[in-house]
């Protein structure tokens, strides 16, 4: 059957209300074999030419347009050859998340070198300079409460927390029976080795069952680019008990450990790639894409990833598009890109771009977390922000109250600003293209609504990221009151002054890839700026 003729036989059969009414009606139409030929039964085939497929594709067309239409979805046929490049679902539903977070419990990253080499001197040891790996047998926190992490993640409205299970060092935190068999070689330094996981406890899976307490989704971080217990670094084995592939062969197994034994996450992290050369690539995307659809990975193979930001500073870069060459690059992205991979902003609540816990260092104020979030979230970019426990002492395994506490007001800040209480007025949909070829979107400010002093865009990426250029004017038409170049999953403008209702703000967009589709375009009144 030739595409032409099975897409009319679909259309016909769905007009039919999803059954084969050749058959009486009591077939599924999926079930019947007989093509039809432009809504006509053929008790013969004939040759199919041009002409033919002209006439049926305008006819599929029109049918297609109509049943859009009538649904409210819209569509545009005007999309330029190639088609804009498209997030997976898992990918769309990451960049709506908008906040997330990452964790660091590092207690064997610590001073000393017990294996007396310097290849264990601490990189990747949690920003640890002269720091070493201990040893497996020093892992014993006397304390671990996860749901004191993981509590103060929800209060910030985290939507997907990432616990790191193995850094730089290679210590896993989980049951992991990683094993090369035939040639003697066990993956004992981990859990099950100290003297915490002996008798069977296991990090990971305290985290996601605390996760799951506060609605929250896990996600995990695994070192690959990194690991000093078996000699690797940038992604390559350099001496230590395994070659390459035995190395990706065991890196392989315990993925699918993660990914197998405690449900669904939401992301999971290689921090600095993963081994290109090879088949590793895509076995990791299809083992992932097999076992965790709904779920992406930072800096990992396949369309089910994101990218970095390029810094942990908090502050994206403008423009920040949703599109680059690969999950690979960091930075801004690329415009003209064929793969969408949005990118991670990932930072520390900590100063100083301390990721694990220093006594020595204090925390990030209210006001420095509110210049975060408009400097990634209000700039196309997901914000995974740092929580760092106790990893010594009495209270080893426990998340200081201070940040508790920093992570509560800085979620109740967020709330109160961008939450729908504060909302004075929003609008969606198509933007409607001028004469002069711009298009444009008006929201109105309605008599009453108070004074308004930001306002908030975002595309509907489902459709593609299509804005490239654009400004928003004031009521007169004239006044630019913000303008830019990406927009994707959020963009954020703080006015330079308060605007007192009744008024209305337009988009105006100069430069797109096809007409752009607008999720929401709002304004605000002000808020505490912390």
């Not at 690329?334 to 991979?341: E, L, S, V, Y």
């Not at 913000?482 to 105006?508: E, H, M, W, Y």
Request: net charge neutral.
């Amino acid at each position: 059957m030739s595409c032409c003729n099975a897409c009319c036989d679909w259309q016909w059969r769905r007009l039919q209300g999803g059954r084969d009414s050749r058959s009486g009606g009591n077939t599924p139409w999926w079930y019947s074999t007989t093509p039809l030929y432009v809504f006509k039964k053929r008790k013969k085939r004939k040759n199919i030419g041009p002409a033919d497929i002209s006439v049926a594709m305008k006819i599929l067309l029109i049918v297609l347009k109509t049943a859009f239409v009538t649904a409210g979805i819209p569509l545009d046929l005007s999309i330029q050859d190639p088609p804009l490049p498209i997030p997976r679902a898992a990918v769309l539903q990451w960049t709506q998340q908008e906040l997330t977070a990452i964790g660091h419990f590092l207690p064997l990253c610590g001073a000393g070198d017990p294996q007396n080499s310097s290849d264990w001197k601490a990189k990747g040891c949690g920003n640890c300079p002269g720091c070493a790996c201990l040893p497996e047998s020093l892992f014993n926190p006397r304390t671990v409460d996860t749901d004191s992490w993981v509590s103060a993640l929800a209060a910030y409205g985290a939507k997907t927390a990432v616990f790191v299970v193995q850094h730089g060092c290679g210590f896993a935190q989980w049951q992991t029976r990683a094993a090369i068999p035939e040639i003697g070689f066990v993956y004992n330094y981990s859990v099950p080795y100290s003297p915490w996981g002996a008798s069977g406890d296991d990090m990971a899976a305290r985290f996601v069952a605390s996760c799951k307490k506060f609605n929250i989704t896990p996600g995990f971080y695994l070192a690959v680019a990194t690991n000093h217990f078996l000699r690797v670094n940038n992604n390559v084995v350099r001496g230590g008990p395994l070659n390459q592939a035995q190395y990706e062969q065991v890196v392989l197994q315990m993925l699918k450990e993660l990914w197998t034994n405690y449900g669904p996450i939401g992301e999971h992290w290689f921090d600095g790639g993963y081994p290109q050369s090879g088949p590793f690539g895509a076995a990791v995307a299809s083992l992932f894409a097999q076992l965790q659809p709904q779920a992406v990975m930072f800096q990992g193979p396949g369309a089910q990833a994101v990218r970095w930001a390029g810094t942990e500073a908090g502050v994206a870069g403008d423009p920040n598009w949703s599109t680059a060459d690969s999950s690979l690059q960091s930075g801004p992205g690329n415009p003209n890109a064929t793969g969408f991979f949005p990118a991670n902003c990932d930072t520390t609540l900590q100063e100083g771009d301390q990721w694990s816990y220093n006594p020595s260092v204090g925390l990030r104020t209210l006001a420095e977390l509110i210049a975060v979030y408009h400097s990634t979230v209000g700039r196309n970019c997901n914000l995974e922000l740092d929580w760092a426990p106790y990893e010594a002492g009495e209270l080893a395994g426990t998340l200081p109250a201070n940040q508790s506490q920093r992570f509560a007001e800085f979620g109740a800040w967020i709330r109160s600003c961008y939450g729908p209480g504060n909302t004075a007025s929003t609008t969606a949909g198509n933007t409607t293209r001028g004469p002069d070829g711009v298009y444009s979107l008006t929201l109105n400010l309605p008599a009453g609504s108070g004074e308004v002093d930001r306002l908030a865009l975002g595309e509907d990426q489902a459709y593609g990221e299509r804005v490239m250029q654009f400004t928003i004017v004031g009521e007169d038409g004239s006044t630019v009151l913000a303008s830019g170049k990406s927009v994707g999953n959020k963009r954020i403008f703080q006015l330079s002054q308060n605007i007192s209702a009744p008024a209305s703000f337009t988009l105006r967009v100069q430069a797109a890839k096809a007409q752009p589709i607008v999720r929401f375009f709002s304004a605000f009144h002000s808020c505490p700026t912390g």
